[in-house]
């Protein structure tokens, strides 16, 4: 069953919409302007994605996910990038892997001192300070793919759900003969949910991380190699979780 194609704001809505909806949907070549670079300097980024470390953390015993994980800390223009860490994330947000100390490979240096790399992350953490207020951010950012060796890759293992941050940034790298990854949003309280499907490389779903619980379906090959690859970026007030 085909899904619905995703109903793009407008940039200059984003920060409203975020405010009344608990999510924005951008075009790649707004994400690009957004971070005052152009789209194929994103887009040259995405050879990272090809050497990506396998995820041995998954419960379910899965070997569908690969990802590297770094940290950042944003106050105004600057990013300063933390000493390598852990992700960590309390069992209320992540009943699945919450708990654990899950020790990723850091996103590579050459990739996280580009400058599109930079200007991206920096862009997206002054519209959470539109939204909540100018001050620093804590970030995380996610390298993933996804695959379907087995037959079937899981974006979401854990289900829907919100991460216990205050912004989600979801990007789509890339998709490559799969099926599925059906981005769903419901609210948190209240009956409301949307579905769609992200397909244009570096389209961009931005979530307020308190209003609105997300997921995406499994995928399944339609070809060799199918494959899905995101960047996720969380943006959190006062401190990283599972600092005291």
């Not at 069953?1 to 793009?8: D, K, N």
């Not at 707004?30 to 980024?45: H, N």
């Not at 060799?224 to 970026?233: E, F, M, N, S």
Request: hydrophobic fraction near 40%; charge should be negative.
């Amino acid at each position: 069953m085909s899904t619905a194609a995703p109903i793009f704001n407008d940039p200059s809505h984003l920060v409203s919409a975020l405010r009344n909806d608990g999510y924005a949907v951008l075009r790649p070549q707004d994400v690009a302007a957004l971070a005052g670079c152009t789209l194929p300097e994103l887009r040259a980024l995405e050879p990272s994605w090809d050497d990506l470390a396998l995820d041995n953390y998954l419960k379910d015993g899965g070997r569908y996910r690969r990802r590297r994980h770094s940290c950042f800390v944003q106050d105004g223009d600057a990013l300063t990038p933390t000493p390598h860490r852990a992700h960590w994330q309390p069992v209320e947000y992540n009943a699945l892997h919450g708990g654990m100390h899950r020790l990723f490979e850091p996103v590579e240096v050459a990739i996280a001192t580009q400058a599109a790399w930079r200007q991206l992350i920096v862009a997206l953490g002054d519209i959470c300070s539109q939204v909540k207020g100018v001050q620093p951010w804590f970030i995380e950012a996610h390298q993933f793919r996804i695959d379907t060796t087995d037959g079937i890759g899981r974006p979401t293992p854990e289900g829907a759900h919100r991460d216990g941050v205050d912004f989600v940034a979801v990007l789509l790298i890339k998709r490559e003969s799969i099926k599925g990854g059906e981005t769903r949003i419901f609210e948190a309280i209240g009956p409301n949910g949307k579905r769609f499907t992200l397909t244009e490389p570096w389209s961009l779903l931005l979530l307020d991380d308190a209003a609105v619980i997300h997921e995406s379906t499994p995928i399944q090959p339609i070809g060799p190699a199918g494959h899905r690859d995101t960047l996720v970026l969380t943006y959190r007030a006062r401190q990283f979780q599972g600092e005291n």
